[in-house]
């Protein structure tokens, strides 16, 4: 996966056939390789590109964006992949992200970062206090009197709340690894 060209300011970035600047980008990020450099060499994108578009990626998945940033960020995002052209865009983002970007919060070595990790850990523990609650109190739930189909609601919503269950147990598993 590497891209042709390597411009960035007003010119043109050259981006192989069946190929776009967001999958490029995306498959850096997963390099998780701490020098913008290395890996924008790797992708065949200039490092300003590649540390441009990666600052909106993680702006828009880390959700700190309201919907109107949200909005701007995604219709910049695709700006770029069909314009192939940066400089116009940056314009277009640049009071969003001096507003929620810090130096190194890429790294995760700032008040900011650790700010936002705080955030997904209390939501993430509420999630599985809730979580226990619900699953461990059923004793003293008193069940209605239920119709046929409304049996039947509740037992597919159970089923389909047992299988989201299994699916966080894997997510948890899984990120356990990477980050063991």
Request: with cysteine.
């Amino acid at each position: 996966m590497k891209a042709g060209g390597h411009n960035g300011g007003g010119k043109r970035i050259n981006v192989p056939p069946g190929d776009n600047i967001t999958s490029l980008v995306r498959y850096g990020m997963c390099l998780k390789n701490k020098d913008a450099q290395i890996t924008a060499d790797a992708i065949g994108l200039n490092v300003r590109v590649y540390r441009f578009m990666k600052k909106l990626f993680i702006l828009k998945d880390r959700g700190v964006l309201n919907s109107e940033e949200l909005k701007i960020v995604n219709e910049v995002i695709e700006e770029v992949n069909t314009t192939q052209m940066m400089s116009k865009a940056e314009k277009r983002v640049e009071g969003i992200i001096k507003q929620h970007w810090r130096a190194k919060t890429m790294n995760g070595s700032n008040e900011y970062e650790r700010k936002i990790e705080s955030k997904w850990r209390k939501r993430f523990e509420n999630t599985l206090f809730m979580v226990r609650e619900t699953c461990t109190n059923n004793e003293e739930m008193e069940i209605p009197n239920l119709n046929q189909q409304e049996k039947e609601n509740a037992i597919d919503t159970l089923i389909e709340s047992i299988a989201g269950l299994s699916d966080l147990i894997s997510k948890i598993q899984q990120r356990g690894k990477t980050n063991a």
